[in-house]
């Protein structure tokens, strides 16, 4: 009878220890999920902006927002700018084990910017790194939104006007006049030699027999009688 009501104790017992450890174990499981839903994290980035994160939930999304504000300089406030980022990090197995972890491990590459909200589009921490991108926390949108840089145009030069082409004037030739050579020295001038052309010689025909009658009838006879003292000499020549 004893003996049953020790092994009863000891179930007993047990049965307390066991609720215990759930108890504990759940009131940790909340510690640390509050720590990062209500605990931000602080940083600071390589420009000494003074950062914080908070994790918020929207809907099956968890969203992040990362605010920062630049030291003062002077009488001039410093910067101030924020990003936030969307994913499913619950997607991840080791981040359900330890959240916190999973926004430290991304705490840990923003601090090495000079601008916290101008680091990668996608994070990756270690501890989730081979998850898709679906479980990793994605760029969402920024405040104030980055300016564009400008793109310089390229600087055209004024055109020149068009000059038409002048056709320049057509000169002739002016003639060459020739040139007196001059004489060198030790010689006289030279001459050409011209040969002379013969000249035609013109052959006097030979006075014929009735040319002489005649002259000699208008000598020795009377003009009317010039006929035929003419016919009488050339027969007589004849």
Same mark, same amino acid.
């Given at each position: 009878? =004893?003996?049953?009501?020790?092994? %009863?104790?000891?179930? %007993?017992?047990?049965?307390?220890?066991?609720?215990?450890?759930? &108890?504990?174990?759940?009131?940790?499981?909340?510690?640390?999920? =509050?720590?990062?839903?209500?605990?931000?994290?602080?940083?600071?980035?390589?420009?000494?902006?003074?950062?914080?994160?908070?994790?918020?939930?929207?809907?099956?999304?968890? =969203? %992040?927002?990362?605010?920062?504000?630049?030291?003062?300089?002077?009488?001039?406030?410093?910067?101030?700018?924020?990003?936030?980022?969307?994913?499913?990090?619950?997607?991840?197995?080791?981040?359900?084990?330890?959240?916190?972890?999973?926004?430290?491990?991304?705490?840990?590459?923003?601090?090495?910017?000079?601008?916290?909200?101008?680091?990668?589009?996608?994070? =990756?921490?270690?501890?989730?790194?081979?998850?898709?991108?679906?479980?990793?926390?994605?760029?969402?949108?920024?405040?104030?939104?980055?300016?564009?840089?400008?793109?310089?145009?390229?600087?055209?030069?004024?055109?020149?006007?068009?000059?038409?082409?002048?056709?320049?004037?057509? &000169?002739?030739?002016?003639?060459?006049?020739?040139?007196?050579?001059?004489?060198?020295?030790?010689?006289?001038?030279?001459?050409?030699?011209?040969?002379?052309?013969?000249?035609?010689?013109?052959?006097?025909?030979?006075?014929?027999?009735?040319?002489?009658?005649?002259? %000699?009838?208008?000598?020795?006879?009377?003009?009317?009688?010039?006929?035929?003292?003419?016919?009488?000499?050339?027969?007589?020549?004849?």
């Amino acid at each position: 009878m =004893r003996a049953r009501m020790r092994v %009863l104790l000891l179930f %007993l017992a047990a049965a307390v220890c066991v609720s215990n450890a759930q &108890t504990n174990s759940s009131n940790d499981s909340k510690q640390q999920q =509050r720590s990062v839903w209500d605990e931000p994290i602080r940083f600071s980035t390589k420009t000494k902006d003074s950062c914080t994160m908070v994790v918020s939930g929207a809907g099956d999304y968890t =969203r %992040l927002r990362v605010s920062c504000k630049g030291p003062s300089q002077g009488q001039t406030p410093g910067r101030s700018y924020y990003c936030d980022f969307q994913g499913k990090p619950n997607l991840c197995r080791p981040y359900n084990l330890n959240p916190r972890h999973y926004f430290t491990q991304m705490m840990w590459d923003m601090r090495k910017l000079t601008h916290a909200c101008q680091g990668p589009k996608i994070y =990756r921490p270690q501890m989730c790194k081979k998850y898709p991108d679906e479980a990793q926390m994605t760029f969402l949108a920024s405040w104030p939104k980055p300016a564009a840089p400008k793109t310089s145009k390229p600087v055209q030069e004024p055109r020149k006007p068009v000059v038409p082409a002048q056709t320049k004037p057509v &000169t002739t030739p002016k003639p060459v006049k020739p040139q007196p050579v001059k004489p060198q020295p030790g010689k006289g001038p030279q001459t050409k030699k011209t040969t002379p052309k013969p000249g035609k010689t013109t052959t006097r025909p030979t006075e014929q027999p009735d040319s002489k009658a005649s002259r %000699l009838a208008t000598e020795y006879c009377w003009k009317s009688f010039h006929g035929f003292c003419t016919y009488f000499i050339s027969w007589f020549q004849n």
